[in-house]
């Protein structure tokens, strides 16, 4: 029986670095497979989960030898944290892993959604010639508000300062005093909301957070502005995201996380035809770089756990 499970997909050359060490099972088909994953873990030690893996109460009901979680990425809403500390089970995520790929995704979304040019190839192919049409705005100029400034969201602003942007946030639990406000204007929400040109969110899904983003933040936004979401589905609501973007209401968005996920027909059908919106399958932090970083910081966590264990 495997020591550790692995049930969504890791960079290969850090599951061979476990499997020299540990009996391991790598199955990437254990996410949708619940009963198989609960059978493989009756023996096993540690689990390496992504975000979509649900690491229940249920789950670790009756596993009596499960000492760690690897989390490969930061979020841990799919991670019973108050279950795991009950029945000692340390939990680690691979913070600072996918910082950039992260950070590279909002500056490049706000740049495409701002400038509207990158989607009209078949037109130019057809013989069309739309230039006043396919006008886009520069990024230059512009205030970027960040809604939570942590680690990933100061990369944003450094990346994004370098195009010529205002950087402000919105951040309670950052005091007042701490040397990150030195590059970001700290305003409240409502300000950053009104005044921003492109809002970009990076705060965990909390029943605080959830819809966070609704009808009425939407309305206090400015009509061209750009909404960014890679932190978690349920900050925005997205019927009211739809509804805005087709009133023209804002100036677009990108969302690569949502509120049920993998995103289905049914639950996508909400977005056939929605203009100015870009859609991703929760694959910001997703590079091959950043797959190398995060699949070796976890691989690192659970075998100095383990080690641990021994000694």
């Not at 989390?71 to 089970?89: E, F, H, P, Q, S």
């Not at 190839?121 to 939570?148: N, V």
């Not at 909301?193 to 983003?213: A, G, N, Q, W």
Request: proline share 4%.
């Amino acid at each position: 029986m495997p020591e550790i499970v692995i049930s969504e997909f890791m960079d290969e050359a850090a599951v061979d670095r476990l499997r020299e060490r540990h009996d391991i099972l790598y199955d990437p088909d254990l996410v949708d497979q619940p009963d198989a994953l609960r059978e493989a873990l009756k023996t096993a030690k540690a689990l390496i989960v992504r975000n979509r893996t649900k690491v229940s109460k249920e789950l670790l009901a009756d596993l009596s030898s499960l000492a760690c979680v690897g989390r490969l990425g930061v979020g841990l809403d799919n991670i019973d944290l108050d279950a795991c500390k009950t029945k000692a089970i340390t939990v680690y995520p691979a913070t600072g892993a996918n910082d950039v790929a992260v950070a590279e995704y909002v500056v490049t979304a706000a740049l495409t959604l701002l400038r509207g040019a990158y989607n009209r190839s078949p037109d130019i192919a057809a013989g069309r010639w739309p230039r006043m049409e396919m006008m886009g705005g520069e990024i230059a100029g512009k205030r970027l508000g960040l809604i939570g400034y942590g680690a990933i969201a100061r990369k944003v602003a450094a990346r994004a300062q370098s195009f010529g942007c205002e950087i402000a946030a919105f951040d309670p639990f950052l005091p007042e005093g701490d040397a990150a406000w030195q590059s970001a204007e700290r305003l409240d929400l409502q300000a950053l909301l009104r005044t921003s040109d492109v809002i970009s969110l990076h705060v965990p899904l909390t029943e605080t957070t959830r819809h966070l983003v609704g009808r009425d933040a939407m309305k206090a936004m400015k009509p061209s502005a750009i909404l960014i979401n890679t932190a978690r589905g349920g900050v925005v609501d997205e019927a009211a995201l739809v509804e805005a973007l087709r009133a023209g209401q804002l100036g677009g968005a990108a969302l690569d996380v949502f509120e049920s996920e993998p995103l289905d027909r049914e639950a996508g059908a909400r977005f056939e035809g929605v203009p100015n919106l870009i859609l991703t399958p929760h694959i910001a932090g997703v590079t091959k770089e950043a797959n190398v970083r995060v699949s070796s910081v976890t691989a690192d966590n659970v075998l100095n756990h383990l080690a641990s264990l021994s000694q």
